[in-house]
C-alpha cells in the first residue's frame, strides 16, 4: 500500500545546549487550558503554526536518553515550522549574569532550571490573541480565542493532530469576517476595530519579527488600540524579550509586589523599582513570579465575567 506524502511529516532532533523544561518554556504561547493552537497530550506538546510559508501542526516530544526534542512537522509551512524550533524553545535566550532574587524566586528558578523564554518569529500571530485580552477577564478572551478559532481557523494539518486543534485565520480571512459575525464571538467593537486594523497591515507588523524589541515595539504602538501592554505582551512572545514588562497589567502589579514584599497592592511605578535591579532580565523574574503560584489578596468584588454578544 502506498502512504501519501501529504500526510508524512518532516522531521528534525533538536540537541539543546541545556536542559530544557518544555512546559514551562511554551507556556507563555498557551491560551488557556483548551487552547485550539495548543495541546498537551502524554508530555508531547502539539502546536498549530501560521508560517510565512503556510499553516504547519508542529508535534514537539522530549527524549531523555537522546538528549534531544523530537520534533515532527505536517504542512505547507512544515520546513519552516522545523526551522524555527531552536528559537521556540529558547536556543537563542541569554540568561547570563542572571541572579534570581533570594528565597522562594530563587527555588523556583532552581525547580525550573530548564525554562527558556521562547521566540516564535510571528508578530501578528502574537498580536491576535493580545488584542482579544485587552481590559477583560483571562476567561473572557479565552473563550473568544477559542470562538473564533473553532469558527473560523482552519483544521490542523496532519493525521496525528489530536482533535479539535486548529490553525489561526489568515489576516486576509480575518478581514473578510462581518460585524456581527464577531459580535457573536463575544468581541466588542473596541477591541475588533484595533484587531481589523492591525489585520489590514499585518505583513508590515510581521516585518517587524526581525527588528530589535525596541523598534518591534514603536511599530506596535503606532497602530490606534496597541498601547505599552499589547506591545508587550507581543514581543515577550514574539522576539522573547527578556527585559519587557507588561505596565498597565490588571493584576501583575499586585502579584510581583506580595512575592517580594508581602503586601497586598502594589502599583506600576512600584512593581517596576521591584525589578529595577534585574535589568536586563525582568520579564525572566516575572516568569518566576508567575510561577511560584503566590497570589495578592483580592478585595472587593472581582471583575464580572461578560458576554458582549448579549449587549
Same mark, same amino acid.
Given at each position: 500500500m502506498t502512504v501519501s506524502t501529504a500526510v508524512l511529516p518532516r522531521q528534525r532532533r533538536y540537541f539543546p545546549s541545556a536542559p530544557l523544561d518544555l512546559g514551562a518554556t511554551l507556556a507563555p504561547h498557551v491560551r488557556g487550558p483548551y487552547d485550539p493552537c495548543h495541546r498537551v497530550v502524554g508530555g508531547v506538546h502539539w502546536r498549530t503554526w501560521r508560517t510565512p510559508t503556510g499553516s504547519a501542526t508542529l508535534r514537539l516530544a522530549a527524549d531523555p536518553a537522546a538528549?534531544? !526534542?523530537?520534533?515532527d512537522a505536517w504542512g505547507a509551512g512544515a520546513d519552516w515550522a522545523l526551522e524555527a524550533v531552536p528559537a521556540l524553545l529558547g536556543d537563542a535566550d541569554d540568561a547570563g549574569g542572571f541572579e534570581p532574587p533570594p528565597g522562594r524566586l530563587r527555588d523556583v528558578h532552581r525547580r525550573l532550571a530548564g525554562m527558556r523564554l521562547s521566540r516564535s518569529g510571528r508578530v501578528f500571530e502574537a498580536l491576535v490573541p493580545a488584542v482579544l485580552e485587552q481590559l477583560v477577564t483571562s476567561i473572557e478572551a479565552w473563550r473568544c480565542w477559542s470562538r473564533l478559532l473553532s469558527a473560523f481557523g482552519e483544521p490542523a494539518p496532519g493525521a496525528g493532530a489530536p482533535d479539535g486543534m486548529r490553525v489561526l485565520p489568515s489576516s486576509s480571512a480575518l478581514l473578510e469576517i462581518r460585524d456581527w459575525e464577531w459580535h457573536r464571538l463575544g468581541l466588542d467593537g473596541r477591541r475588533r476595530h484595533t +484587531? !481589523?486594523?492591525a489585520a489590514r497591515v499585518a505583513a508590515r507588523l510581521d516585518e517587524a519579527a526581525a527588528f530589535d524589541v525596541d523598534d518591534a515595539v514603536r /511599530? +506596535?504602538?503606532s497602530l490606534p488600540g496597541i498601547g505599552l501592554w499589547t506591545a508587550a505582551e507581543v514581543v515577550q512572545r514574539s522576539h522573547g524579550a527578556a527585559d519587557v514588562v507588561s505596565v498597565g497589567?490588571?493584576?501583575l502589579p499586585n502579584t510581583v509586589g506580595f512575592v517580594f514584599t508581602g503586601a497586598p497592592r502594589t502599583s506600576d511605578e512600584q512593581m517596576l523599582a521591584l525589578l529595577e535591579p534585574y535589568r536586563p532580565h525582568r520579564q525572566r523574574v516575572v516568569r518566576l513570579v508567575e510561577a511560584c503560584g503566590s497570589r495578592a489578596p483580592r478585595y472587593g468584588? /472581582?471583575?464580572p465575567l461578560r458576554d458582549n454578544r448579549r449587549v
Open positions: 538528549g534531544c !526534542i523530537d520534533a +484587531l !481589523i486594523g /511599530r +506596535l504602538t497589567d490588571y493584576h468584588p /472581582r471583575m
